[in-house]
């Protein structure tokens, strides 16, 4: 294998990774309805938990947690719906066939998809965060910026390593897959913490949720940089910021092993496809 | 090691050199492929617990030959495609293109072949047709300057010039299925798979993407083309060769001229009867007539029937027994025998009927 060969496979993931990416970012701006659905319905959830704790008079940084929660949600959401559910989608759109039939580096597909993801979820979750931190007048610390910004690219990484594995698994579970991730919304969000500090469920239960979440660790550790709520916090961010790290590397190293073990699967199934000649 | 090339023109192979070493490589080949679908609750009560879609396939196709496999639905075309594109493994057997096993040289392979399934549609709606045609090629990474002209050119030939800004969720089906077409051909395949590329499209679409392809393979000699395809005409216009496959089997495999041979001594009629009544079941038994197949064309409410004779003299019983209960007969004539007959003689069913039938059981 010459150095060239090892450039030519460099510059041909990279090329895969930006094609897939392209799609997520160019529909973000020519279907402009996702500002309604994406950013006005999450902004007005996230108004009424604000307009909640400042009816029961909770501490003022109870109104950041909940800006925070919303700004995580969205990408946990987008996460689920258009990272884990892509492959699904692509087998029922009919591009499935064509990528799989292609010698493209599967990885640079899933890749591609998660950071046109991360790109197309990172619009309405600025939009969210600045409407509510201008609306509400909410004002955020930077005492360790490196640390925050470090927090917050890891829990991407987490999240969207993980939607990278779970696209696997929901490919060969097919649509019933749909129903169970509706039923599981609630729950998650309810012990990922996204209005409240997730310390409050117990230390038991947190940890339960933070071990497969990577969410909770996530806003948890954003909370304790930005907030200054280090008092509920449920360990120290750095803490956080080393396991959402090595969460990041197992995600991502278990879904280049999934989609391999997917593709073989299918292939022995006949199940790549959408039907059968 | 120099491959045997099919010459089009002459109808044969180009003579090779007398040396030991020159050896013959299939640019597609398959050695007793099988495919057996285990099939899920709902279908194993009508087909059992399995299904085998292929039985011993054989097939050698050279380079530079336009191939043609011709069956009914569910005779195993689409399965023998999707293996050779290294979407689906095989039960038994092998299966090679140009030379490299399709299930341990899968990258390889890969690299060099491009399929396209008439009646889908792909890419995303977002995007328009050019875009769409860039990504996919790029998902073979092939660099913009080169892949720039192909796309043009392809777009050209697939009547999308026009459109090729507009977002493909705002094109019709037809546009869709034409711009699934020219995808294929942008990534200058070694090996081409046509899965039925003219399902679903309208009488002139049809033509036109049957006259790139055969524009295609003169000025592609190098490329191989196997077309799967359920229409006799559309193979016996195209293809240099064809496989006549039925329940996974290759019943016969010659080139079209040849194939029709097989029912030279037979006669074929072609007759017009007024009305869409069905046609007395006597038909069937009436001596010196091999075969029949109808077609109902409702619109200009009439059955047209061929039919393939055995003895020539039969033709006057059928006519009487066809024109009885008030059935008028409204045109005759011979015709040559075609793709279709020699289905019918080799299976004892019609290539239509099958189609069908099996359109039945997917409802």
Not at chain 2, 40 to 65: C, F, M, V, W
Not at chain 2, 225 to 245: G, Q, S
Request: aromatic share 8%.
């Amino acid at each position: 294998m010459t150095g060239r060969d090892e450039v030519g496979k460099v510059r041909f993931f990279m090329k895969v990774v930006v094609a897939r990416a392209y799609v997520r970012v160019i529909g973000a701006q020519r279907e402009m309805s996702w500002i309604i659905g994406d950013t006005l319905l999450p902004f007005l959830t996230v108004c009424a938990y604000i307009y909640v704790y400042r009816a029961m008079k909770a501490p003022p940084e109870y109104t950041g947690f909940v800006v925070l929660g919303g700004v995580i949600m969205t990408f946990w959401v987008h996460m689920l719906w258009s990272m884990a559910m892509q492959l699904f989608w692509e087998k029922e759109m009919g591009n499935m066939a064509r990528y799989l039939m292609a010698p493209l580096p599967r990885p640079a597909l899933l890749l591609g998809m998660a950071l046109g993801g991360i790109i197309m979820a990172s619009s309405r979750a600025v939009i969210i965060y600045l409407a509510c931190r201008y609306v509400f007048d909410i004002h955020f610390h930077f005492n360790e910026p490196w640390l925050a910004l470090s927090v917050f690219l890891v829990t991407l990484a987490a999240l969207y390593g993980m939607g990278m594995t779970l696209s696997s698994l929901f490919f060969i579970a097919g649509r019933g897959i749909n129903h169970g991730l509706m039923a599981m919304h609630e729950p998650v969000f309810f012990v990922a913490g996204f209005y409240f500090p997730v310390r409050r469920l117990g230390m038991l239960t947190a940890t339960a949720a933070a071990a497969i979440i990577p969410a909770t660790l996530g806003l948890d550790a954003l909370r304790q940089t930005m907030l200054n709520a280090h008092d509920t916090g449920l360990i120290s961010a750095r803490l956080e910021l080393a396991i959402l790290s090595v969460m990041s590397v197992v995600f991502v190293w278990a879904s280049v092993l999934m989609i391999r073990k997917m593709e073989e699967l299918g292939r022995k199934s006949g199940k790549l496809v959408l039907s059968e000649g | 090691m120099r491959a045997l090339h099919w010459h089009r023109e002459t109808a044969s192979y180009a003579d090779y050199a007398d040396d030991e070493q020159t050896m013959t490589t299939f640019s597609i080949e398959t050695r007793n492929l099988s495919r057996i679908f285990k099939l899920d609750r709902a279908a194993r009560k009508e087909s059992g617990r399995i299904l085998t879609a292929l039985d011993d396939l054989n097939l050698q196709i050279h380079p530079g030959e336009l191939f043609g496999l011709l069956g009914p639905n569910g005779a195993g075309k689409t399965t023998s495609i999707r293996i050779l594109c290294t979407l689906l493994l095989p039960t038994e057997g092998e299966a090679f293109i140009e030379g490299m096993d399709v299930v341990k040289d899968v990258w390889k392979v890969r690299r060099i072949i491009n399929m396209v399934s008439g009646g889908e549609t792909c890419g995303y709606g977002i995007l328009n047709a050019r875009e769409n045609l860039r990504l996919f090629t790029e998902l073979y990474g092939i660099p913009w300057r080169v892949a720039k002209p192909r796309i043009e050119y392809m777009l050209k030939v697939v009547g999308l010039e026009k459109f090729c800004g507009v977002r493909v969720n705002k094109l019709s089906t037809g546009l869709r299925q034409r711009l699934n077409f020219a995808r294929g051909f942008t990534t200058d395949p070694k090996v081409l798979f046509l899965d039925e590329p003219t399902v679903g499209l309208d009488v002139h679409s049809a033509r036109q993407i049957r006259s790139f392809i055969k524009e295609w393979v003169v000025d592609h000699p190098e490329k191989t083309i196997l077309l799967t395809t359920h229409h006799m005409v559309e193979a016996d216009e195209l293809c240099d060769r064809v496989a006549i496959i039925d329940r996974g089997k290759v019943q016969v495999c010659d080139t079209p001229a040849a194939l029709k041979k097989l029912v030279q001594k037979e006669t074929a009629l072609d007759l017009t009867i007024k009305g869409l009544d069905p046609l007395p079941d006597s038909l069937d038994e009436l001596p010196g007539v091999q075969s029949l197949t109808t077609n109902r064309e409702t619109d200009r409410q009439v059955t047209l029937v061929h039919a393939l004779l055995t003895d020539p003299e039969a033709g006057g019983e059928l006519i009487r027994v066809m024109t009885g209960n008030g059935r008028r007969l409204m045109g005759l004539e011979t015709s040559q025998p075609t793709l279709e007959d020699v289905f019918v003689k080799l299976t004892g069913r019609s290539l239509v009927d099958n189609n069908v039938d099996a359109a039945e059981r997917d409802k």
